[in-house]
């Protein structure tokens, strides 16, 4: 079943500008992992955040997770055309087994 | 890194054939491979959880005998659609567990069936 959540369901932006896009999601839950699918591609994984964590970074990307809200953001900071892409946010509940959302498509335009 | 292909990449088919696609992982060995299918602008669905040397796990509302899972290797996981339907249709991507929290996944397949 869908579990995660994002917000928007896409988002354009101009070069240079952040890209924040959110997930919610309904049980508890081992980790959350964000990744990125660029379009008929196999899916790339971005990051992780365990469920004791509040906030990661990984180059241009941030990631926050509030367990109390059951909700994680990925901020991609100064985007560039070639983050244009769906990113999705995928649930790990403790089997090891991943329960994506739904996606958010983002344009980033030169 | 970790390296999952699939094979084909993509595949066309009449109603009613058998369709296998491959997933390998390259560089690793994985008890544990996952397929997912995609329809188009939407998001992955788990299908089913293949175990090397057991039956694979389905998940619930995904047909068994239709959907047939071998995962007879380390390296090897295949994916077999039975008497293929239009609906059917879709993109299949494969991920290869390689420790408890991370998977990597295959560039996907996508299967036509006219």
Request: charged content about 25%; hydrophobic content about 30%; proline content about 4%.
């Given at each position: 079943s869908q579990q995660g959540e994002?917000?928007?369901?896409?988002?354009?932006?101009?070069?240079?500008?952040?890209?924040?896009?959110?997930?919610?999601y309904k049980t508890s839950i081992?980790?959350?992992?964000?990744?990125?699918?660029?379009?008929?591609?196999?899916?790339?994984?971005?990051?992780?955040?365990?469920?004791?964590?509040?906030?990661?970074?990984?180059?241009r990307l941030r990631v926050t997770l509030d367990t109390s809200k059951k909700s994680s953001s990925l901020l991609i900071t100064a985007s560039r055309a070639a983050d244009t892409a769906s990113y999705f946010c995928a649930t790990d509940g403790g089997y090891s087994t991943l329960t994506f959302g739904k996606g958010t498509m983002l344009l980033v335009s030169p | 890194g970790a390296v999952v292909s699939q094979h084909p990449s993509w595949v066309i088919c009449k109603s009613g054939t058998s369709v296998?696609?491959?997933?390998?992982?390259?560089?690793?060995?994985?008890?544990?491979?996952?397929?997912?299918?995609?329809?188009?602008?939407?998001?992955?669905?788990?299908?089913?959880?293949?175990?090397?040397?057991?039956?694979?796990t389905y998940e619930q509302g995904v047909?068994?005998?239709?959907?047939?899972?071998?995962h007879a290797s380390l390296t090897l996981s295949t994916l077999?659609?039975?008497?293929?339907?239009?609906?059917d249709s879709s993109f299949y991507i494969c991920s290869a567990?390689?420790?408890?929290?991370?998977?990597?996944?295959?560039?996907g397949t996508r299967l036509t069936v006219l």
């Open positions: 994002e917000d928007p369901q896409a988002l354009s932006i101009q070069e240079g500008e952040n890209a924040t896009m959110n997930c919610s081992n980790n959350l992992q964000w990744y990125r699918q660029n379009s008929g591609r196999g899916l790339v994984h971005l990051i992780l955040i365990r469920s004791n964590e509040r906030e990661k970074h990984s180059g | 296998k696609i491959e997933c390998r992982s390259l560089d690793f060995q994985a008890t544990t491979m996952f397929w997912y299918r995609q329809f188009p602008k939407q998001s992955l669905m788990l299908m089913a959880t293949s175990n090397e040397g057991s039956k694979a047909e068994k005998d239709k959907f047939l899972i071998n077999t659609v039975t008497s293929a339907h239009p609906e567990r390689v420790q408890a929290d991370t998977q990597y996944f295959g560039p």
